[in-house]
């Protein structure tokens, strides 16, 4: 058994589920795991298709050759962002720095 972990909005389109538990057969790589997804969500399978949303196994970004193993812990890990977007502090050292399409 693989658990999927989903975070964000693929947690939102899987119907807030936070974990996927999905059964492979040996010999399975990531890229057949996306096509699992892709049939069972397929608003998921697009976010990954366009490379919107990036596919870790065992807490390392995973190639699509990798392969995953039973027992794996896979996450779907779509873009974060944080801050308040704009800098609280004009950089000293004359570093041009845009954050929120604020130059500063």
Excluded: C
């Excluded at 800098?87 to 000293?92: E, S």
Aim: proline share 4%; aromatic share 4%; net charge positive.
């Amino acid at each position: 058994m693989v658990t999927v972990r989903l975070f964000g909005v693929t947690k939102m389109l899987a119907g807030n589920q936070s974990t996927l538990s999905l059964a492979l057969s040996s010999g399975w790589r990531v890229k057949d795991l996306v096509a699992v997804i892709e049939a069972a969500y397929p608003k998921i399978g697009e976010l990954l298709q366009k490379k919107k949303v990036l596919v870790s196994v065992n807490q390392d970004i995973a190639h699509e050759d990798l392969e995953v193993r039973d027992g794996d812990e896979v996450a779907l890990l779509p873009p974060f962002a944080g801050g308040s977007g704009r800098m609280l502090k004009k950089p000293a050292s004359g570093v041009l720095a845009v954050l929120g399409g604020s130059t500063y």
